[in-house]
């Protein structure tokens, strides 16, 4: 039985905290790639700054940018051939950050999102910036897509966690989770989508309930989502980073019937 049968609409002061999903999740199944050790990345905001990532080995990383330098540990995951999705965090408590690189070495194309957090009248809150551009110095980057809009897809993290995503529209899209730490709750929030190749799109959202920005990649020809959630921990004040992959199954996808007349 699934929450869809026995639980009823939740207000929002009876939302367990976001470390609720931690244990469901599981680990990532993909293993972590060393093939960019020995490499370096340079990302170029639009106002002409660069950031270089300097992959030292298969899970070091020195980084240099506007905002200063440091040394991280990272990982890089090889999504299809040539694709790498590259994730560290960095900073302390309501410091801290989160990167996630989507590099496409086939293009040179790579999109980057900086998550950190934000204080609103007195609460935590969260915050991405993305930064588009192209390793290789191309006009090639990744562009924004309605690809996943109708769709309705049902995402498997482990045994015990499954939620569905209903695209609406390129910025809206609704979350249920059908089983799992956040069973019965659902609501629709803002999203962003990139096409990376066919069937292929980076996609994040951010929440207005709970303080959570996510990143990661869909893929729709292997059915399967790569990616993180970053989150603020309210009654811990703590920030939660939570890495995952999920196996997804497209539900179905809606299409608008095709209006001829005028009324």
Request: hydrophobic letters at 35%; charged letters at 20%; glycine letters at 8%.
């Amino acid at each position: 039985m699934t929450s869809t049968e026995i639980q009823d609409y939740i207000p929002e002061d009876e939302w367990p905290p976001v470390s609720a999903m931690l244990d469901g999740f599981g680990d990532q199944t993909l293993p972590a790639s060393s093939a960019l050790s020995n490499t370096a990345l340079n990302i170029t905001a639009p106002e002409g700054s660069i950031t270089e990532y300097a992959f030292k080995d298969a899970s070091s990383l020195v980084w240099s940018g506007p905002s200063g330098s440091g040394t991280a540990i990272y990982k890089a995951i090889e999504a299809r051939p040539g694709v790498f999705i590259i994730d560290f965090a960095r900073g302390e408590g309501s410091d801290a950050e989160n990167v996630t690189i989507i590099f496409d070495r086939n293009t040179g194309a790579v999109t980057s999102g900086l998550s950190s957090f934000v204080t609103l009248d007195g609460r935590v809150r969260s915050t991405t910036a993305f930064t588009r551009s192209n390793a290789d110095g191309s006009t090639t980057v990744h562009e924004r897509s309605s690809g996943l809009v109708g769709k309705r897809i049902f995402y498997r993290y482990s045994d015990v966690e499954s939620y569905e995503h209903i695209y609406l529209n390129p910025g809206t899209f609704t979350w249920n989770c059908v089983r799992g730490g956040e069973a019965g709750l659902a609501d629709t929030d803002r999203c962003m989508t990139w096409a990376v190749a066919e069937d292929l799109y980076i996609f994040f959202w951010t929440e207005k309930v709970m303080t959570v920005e996510a990143v990661l990649l869909v893929d729709l020809r292997e059915q399967r989502s790569i990616g993180r959630m970053f989150g603020w921990d309210d009654p811990a004040a703590v920030p939660v980073i939570l890495p995952f992959n999920s196996r997804l199954s497209v539900l179905n996808t809606t299409e608008y019937p095709q209006d001829t007349h005028k009324h």
